[in-house]
């Protein structure tokens, strides 16, 4: 007589279901990949941190260059990273004068721009800015955390960064931007 105890039962379905199972939760990730929100934002890192030093010479002949200790002291201000190129950036020239006209302190840092394509921008679109630095090698823009054109940045008198508004200012966020103004005063 045998005392080995007996073995279960084989379950000839498990190795059936298995790679079908698999198959399906795979599949259900695909489809939740292409029907999700693409979010290619990518926030800076520097909110609540004091914009990095830097100092850009103008890029425009009838506006200052820019550097770091223009955000220090006196009230808010706006950073707007913006081409003469890009043309979201165009899109927003509207709302950009719209916060102007409000009292917001804009400047602005043009991105790998030439003087010439610039002033006919600026020509075309209004010139909102109190300063423009000029950007060849977007290490200011990079520096910041900014990941591309257009972007604004709240930034308080303190220097801190404080809000970060990824892609062109649509009308309907000219009031959202100016709350931050507001909060970035205390």
Same mark, same amino acid.
């Given at each position: 007589?045998?005392?080995?105890?007996?073995?279960?039962?084989?379950?000839p379905g498990l190795a059936l279901?298995?790679?079908?199972?698999?198959?399906?939760?795979?599949?259900?990730?695909?489809?939740?990949?292409?029907?999700?929100?693409?979010?290619?934002?990518?926030?800076?890192?520097?909110?609540?941190?004091?914009?990095? %030093?830097?100092?850009? @010479?103008? !890029?425009?002949?009838?506006?200052?260059? =820019? /550097?770091?200790? &223009?955000?220090?002291? +006196?009230?808010?201000?706006?950073?707007?990273?913006?081409?003469?190129?890009?043309?979201?950036?165009?899109?927003?020239?509207?709302?950009?004068?719209?916060?102007?006209?409000a009292g917001a302190e804009i400047?602005?840092?043009?991105?790998?721009?030439?003087?010439?394509?610039?002033?006919?921008?600026?020509? %075309?679109?209004?010139? @909102?800015? !109190?300063?423009?630095?000029?950007?060849? =090698? /977007?290490?200011? &823009?990079?520096?910041? +955390?900014?990941?591309?054109?257009?972007?604004?940045?709240?930034?308080?008198?303190?220097?801190?960064?404080r809000h970060q508004h990824i892609?062109?200012?649509?009308?309907?966020?000219?009031?959202?931007?100016?709350?931050?103004?507001?909060?970035?005063?205390?």
């Open positions: 007589m045998s005392t080995q105890p007996a073995s279960p039962a084989r379950r279901w298995l790679p079908l199972v698999l198959f399906g939760g795979f599949l259900a990730l695909v489809v939740y990949g292409l029907v999700r929100p693409d979010n290619r934002e990518v926030a800076s890192t520097f909110i609540g941190k004091p914009i990095p %030093a830097f100092a850009l @010479p103008p !890029a425009s002949d009838d506006r200052p260059g =820019l /550097s770091n200790a &223009q955000f220090v002291g +006196g009230k808010p201000r706006l950073l707007n990273i913006f081409a003469s190129w890009c043309g979201p950036c165009a899109v927003e020239s509207p709302q950009l004068a719209q916060l102007a006209k400047d602005g840092v043009a991105i790998r721009d030439r003087k010439d394509d610039l002033a006919r921008f600026l020509a %075309a679109n209004g010139n @909102p800015f !109190a300063r423009i630095g000029q950007d060849d =090698l /977007s290490k200011v &823009q990079i520096g910041i +955390g900014s990941s591309g054109v257009p972007e604004t940045f709240v930034v308080d008198a303190h220097g801190v960064i892609g062109a200012i649509m009308p309907e966020d000219v009031p959202v931007i100016l709350a931050k103004l507001k909060e970035a005063e205390q």
